[in-house]
């Protein structure tokens, strides 16, 4: 009795002993560095579809050291948008759907980038859509329509942000007042890199790298420019003693979901989980990073149903099942690690996020 006991204890050891020891998180580091990503469109759904085509292998979000529920109703919608989320982690006010960087009265309201450089830091902005889309907007422009194009690409002329990349020239260069800000921007000391392999081989700031008229092209077609302009812009930002503040998105996660095409938001969300690991290494390798990683919402009202409701048989498949082809109003996992990842726990705001990284990287 004493010994099946002990067995099956033993076996219960076994059964939860992780694969590889969980780097903790350090206590007693300041942050200097915050590396904020965000997957566009990244609900809970979304990551366990990933697990599941991983066949439970162990993916960068099982490295998260911390993680917290987040809410993201908008001040006039229980369903955002990507522009009204942006600038509730970007400002820490939540405002109506559609606005980028101001209150449902259109007052503009100080964002954490424009915040950072007040301080001396570095600043970076990656994205895989084009820069004057709503993600990025929210953390650079201060407009009450998203869809301001043009508008928005002369905030971020005049952004003085150190690394730019994504897509989105035809708003710089190809405008209907006829400005080319991106010579304008050039004449200012920006570095302009025209491809992704150029913006890989830039060793100075500031940077803008801009690779596509409009939008990128989706994952796979997209390579692994990503994960390595992920590096390249943590590398570069590194040079600032201070600390940087970098804010890097899968943004078309979101587009797949829309579309309801699984075979493309697994793409995009093996894609997204690459450059996640890389700065999680990133962190291991320099003192005082701080890496969230959370969704602005989620798109599709995915969840994942088996093709069986007979659960006394063995799984005879399972379904990825959209409920929608907008966004949902369902919670997003926030994911942290690294310095002070222990303040992120139980229910926030999306607005907490900004809070906690004014907090912990810029003082109160
Ligand atoms: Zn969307």
Do not use: W
């Amino acid at each position: 009795m004493k010994r099946s006991f002990l067995l099956l204890f033993c076996a219960v050891l076994l059964c939860n002993a992780p694969v590889e020891a969980q780097r903790k998180a350090p206590k007693s580091e300041k942050v200097r560095n915050v590396i904020l990503m965000i997957g566009d469109g990244m609900g809970l759904g979304q990551t366990a579809a990933l697990m599941i085509e991983n066949n439970y292998e162990p993916l960068a979000f099982d490295r998260a050291q911390y993680t917290a529920v987040c809410k993201t109703y908008s001040a006039n919608n229980r369903i955002t948008d990507s522009g009204a989320s942006a600038t509730a982690m970007a400002t820490g006010c939540k405002t109506a759907n559609s606005h980028v960087g101001v209150l449902p009265d259109g007052t503009a309201v100080a964002n954490l980038t424009e915040l950072a450089q007040a301080k001396g830091l570095a600043t970076g902005i990656v994205v895989t859509s084009h820069l004057a889309d709503a993600t990025p907007s929210g953390f650079v422009a201060h407009v009450s329509d998203r869809h301001e194009s043009d508008r928005i690409a002369e905030m971020f002329a005049a952004s003085k942000v150190d690394v730019l990349a994504g897509g989105g020239r035809q708003f710089f260069n190809e405008r209907e007042d006829g400005r080319d800000l991106l010579q304008e921007m050039q004449n200012k000391g920006y570095l302009y890199a025209p491809t992704p392999e150029d913006f890989f081989a830039a060793d100075r700031l500031p940077v803008i790298g801009l690779f596509a008229p409009k939008y990128m092209e989706r994952a796979p077609r997209r390579g692994d420019y990503l994960v390595k302009a992920t590096e390249h812009t943590l590398d570069l930002l590194a040079r600032n003693k201070k600390g940087f503040f970098a804010m890097i998105e899968g943004s078309q996660i979101d587009g797949a979901c829309h579309g309801n095409d699984s075979q493309e938001m697994i793409a995009e969300m093996h894609d997204f989980e690459q450059a996640v690991g890389r700065a999680f290494d990133f962190a291991d390798a320099h003192r005082g990073t701080l890496v969230l990683v959370v969704a602005d919402h989620e798109t599709g009202g995915l969840t994942i149903l088996s093709n069986n409701r007979d659960f006394t048989a063995s799984e005879s498949g399972i379904e990825y099942h959209y409920s929608t082809t907008s966004h949902s109003g369902t919670p997003v996992v926030l994911y942290a690690y690294g310095a002070g990842a222990y303040n992120f726990s139980g229910v926030m705001e999306n607005t907490d996020i900004f809070k906690m990284i004014k907090a912990l990287l810029l003082g109160k």
